[in-house]
């Protein structure tokens, strides 16, 4: 590991002892970094915001985002505490940021009671057998967005 991913990682877990210890959100972080310099940062915050999708990884990456004016993270990189849940590395691919780099894995976090393993094994289930009942509902015009989507000439794609 170079000393940049060093000093970035360790920027994230001390980020994470201070969510832990503040009692806002569980006990990760992360930090968005471009060219160098953190241009983002997060900390769980689910509990203090009451926000189940206020995690460290998406809270990071809408703080670089609004820092840099877009809503596309290429050339970035993003340094977690511990690896990143499905809803975080979800934002992370769409995010598109060039690489991941984690401190904890799962089972770390497993252990302290962050247990992803039941969502890993959902995302792997056809949809008729998932946990939570899952409907496909056919209805008239329902794409129509995506025509409209389809057919607008100055969209930003993404």
Known sequence: MSDDSSRFMREALRFAVESAA??????FAAVVV?????????SNGVTGQNDPTAHAEVQAIRDACGNLSTFRLDGCEIYCSSEPCPMCLGAIY????DRIYYANDRGVAAEAGFDDAFIYDEIARPIGRRVLPTRHLTVDGADEAF???EDLEDRIEY
């Open 22 to 27: 503040s009692g806002n959100g569980g006990p």
């Open 34 to 42: 471009k060219d160098g310099e953190v241009v983002g940062r997060g």
């Open 94 to 97: 769409w995010a598109r940021l």
């Open 147 to 149: 025509r409209v989507w």
